[in-house]
Nanobody, 115 residues
């Protein structure tokens, strides 16, 4: 049974940094493209970054140059390094495959950017 567990969120000031982690059960993160998604209050859940099994990355324009997605296959973990954070980055962050599978969603981790 696939399980994805996100962690690393918290409260940071604008311009600060956080690193999120997504631990995946089994080898799912090595087989599929993995994505980081976020959902702000009252908004839909959107993809912000993704990484392929071969390490190819893609980002939405709003986070390009600020966020870095990476993976550690030995730890079955996908990371999202978030730098120069802005208030509009505030959201619950989730990991999943890309395209996402509905039954793979975890609890998410809250990121709040505020002064």
């Amino acid at each position: 049974q696939v399980q994805l567990v996100e962690s690393g969120g918290g409260l940071v000031q604008p311009g600060g940094s956080l690193r999120l982690s997504c631990v995946a059960s089994g080898s799912i993160s090595r087989i599929y493209v993995m994505g980081w998604y976020r959902q702000a209050p009252g908004a839909q859940r959107d993809l912000v970054a993704r990484i392929s099994p071969t390490g190819i990355t893609n980002y939405v324009d709003s986070v390009k140059g600020r966020f870095i997605v990476s993976r550690d296959n030995a730890k079955n973990t996908v990371y999202l390094q978030m730098n120069s954070l802005k208030p509009e980055d505030t959201a619950v962050y989730y990991c999943n495959t890309f395209p996402p599978r509905p039954n793979y969603w975890g609890q998410g981790t809250q990121v709040t950017v505020s002064s």
